[in-house]
Structures are given as structure tokens and as C-alpha cells.
T-cell receptor
Framework: KAGVTQTPRYLIKTRGQQVTLSCSPI?????VSWYQQTPGQGLQFLFEYFSETQRNKGNFPGRFSGRQFSNSRSEMNVSTLELGDSALYLC????????????FGEGSWLTVV | GIQVEQSPPDLILQEGANSTLRCNFSDSVNNLQWFHQNPWGQLINLFYIPSGTKQNGRLSATTVATERYSLLYISSSQTTDSGVYFC???????????WGAGTKLIIKP
């Protein structure tokens, strides 16, 4: 079956612009979470969605937002981009219920210039 | 909340060597997973191992839940094993995964 699909894979934006990243989870997975990873750093949790509702949220400013659609696809948006937003943005999905394996997409590489 | 610590932070080995990576967590957990992130950023799930021992080829993992630690063993290392290894645990109180900072492994030919 198809894995987690993220688009676009690579993008370059200028400061002040906004960006929208998309994530299609594995079929049957209703939980989608987003992470930011800056060069040489670990994974910073952004938010998790389940059944179109934000279930958990990390410690990021309000410029970072997301949503989930009824087909479980998710988007995240970053407004008023800053240079420090340059990072790999990873999306992951898993089945509902505790103890389920989480699967990651290949990520979206965002460069802000 | 739960704290997850991984050690060592960095590890450099020659091809063919064995290695042990450790993940300590501060409270009881429902779920512990090990991941490998390759140099291109792709994160691959290695093991789901809340307790006990599992093996997959040259890799094996052991979690001792009562003592709150997990170990990832890599035998006969290959250059393709290079990358960052993360462990992540799921809190009892919610569904959020808590991640360690990772161990960066470099295997030299």
C-alpha cells in the first residue's frame, strides 16, 4: 500500500511569505502529526490531528497552523516566514489506538531566503 | 511529562564493529519505538518494542520496561547504518509521542 506522501518535497520562499505543506496519510490511518527538524537537531513536535480535530499541539508560535480534512489528509501552514523556519517538515501517520507504529513521509525541505 | 534521554549523542565506528545505543525514559510508557533517519532525512521505523526483545537481521532491540530503558544493538555495522537513531515513547495520559534527541552514528569504511 502507498506510504505517507508529502508535497512539495522541496521549496524556496522569501521572508514574509506564507507556505502550505500537504500530507496524505496511509490509507486507514486517521492520526496525522507534523514535526519540524532544523539542521543537526532532533524532531520538534508541531501538532497532531485526529478526525479533523487538533489533539495535541507543540510549543510553536501561532504562525504555524494546520488542519485535517475528512479524508484524513492534512495541511500545515506557516505565515510570515522567517529565516529560522528553514527546516525539514515531516508528516507522520498511524492507526488510532495506543501502541500503533508511526510511519513518516519523506518530508518537505523548506528554505527561507 | 516524560523525559527521554538517548546515549551516546555521537558514535563513530569502523565498518564491521558492533554498537549499543541506549534510550532511558522517566516514567511508564505504552509504546516505545526505534527509528533510523538516513542522511537524506527519511525516517524509518525499526522496532515497536514496549517490552521484551526483538531481532531483525543485524539489528535487535531490548526494552526493560520495569527499569525504564531500551537498548538497540547493531552488529557487523555497515556504512549504510550511518544516520541518526531516535527512540520515541508514548505517554500514558495522551497519544503524544515524546522523542529523544537521537544518537548520530557514523560508520567509516
Amino acid at each position: 500500500k502507498a506510504g505517507v506522501t508529502q508535497t512539495p518535497r522541496y521549496l524556496i520562499k522569501t521572508r514574509g511569505q506564507q507556505v502550505t505543506l500537504s500530507c496524505s496519510p496511509i490509507s486507514g490511518h486517521r492520526s496525522v502529526s507534523w514535526y519540524q527538524q532544523t539542521p543537526g537537531q532532533g524532531l520538534q513536535f508541531l501538532f497532531e490531528y485526529f478526525s479533523e480535530t487538533q489533539r495535541n499541539k507543540g510549543n510553536f508560535p501561532g504562525r504555524f497552523s494546520g488542519r485535517q480534512f475528512s479524508n484524513s489528509r492534512s495541511e500545515m501552514n506557516v505565515s510570515t516566514l522567517e529565516l529560522g523556519d528553514s527546516a525539514l517538515y515531516l508528516c507522520a501517520s498511524r492507526r488510532e489506538g495506543r501502541g500503533n507504529t508511526i510511519y513518516f513521509g519523506e518530508g518537505s525541505w523548506l528554505t527561507v531566503v | 511529562g516524560i523525559q527521554v534521554e538517548q546515549s551516546p549523542p555521537d558514535l563513530i565506528l569502523q565498518e564491521g564493529a558492533n554498537s549499543t545505543l541506549r534510550c532511558n525514559f522517566s516514567d511508564s510508557v505504552n509504546n516505545l519505538q526505534w527509528f533510523h533517519q538516513n542522511p537524506w532525512g527519511q525516517l524509518i521505523n525499526l522496532f515497536y518494542i514496549p517490552s521484551g526483545t526483538k531481532q531483525n537481521g543485524r539489528l535487535s532491540a531490548t526494552t526493560v520496561a520495569t527499569e525504564r530503558y531500551s537498548l538497540l544493538y547493531i552488529s557487523s555495522s555497515q556504512t549504510t547504518d550511518s544516520g541518526v537513531y531516535f527512540c520515541a515513547v508514548e505517554e500514558d495520559s495522551n497519544y503524544q509521542l515524546i522523542w529523544g534527541a537521537g544518537t548520530k552514528l557514523i560508520i567509516k569504511p
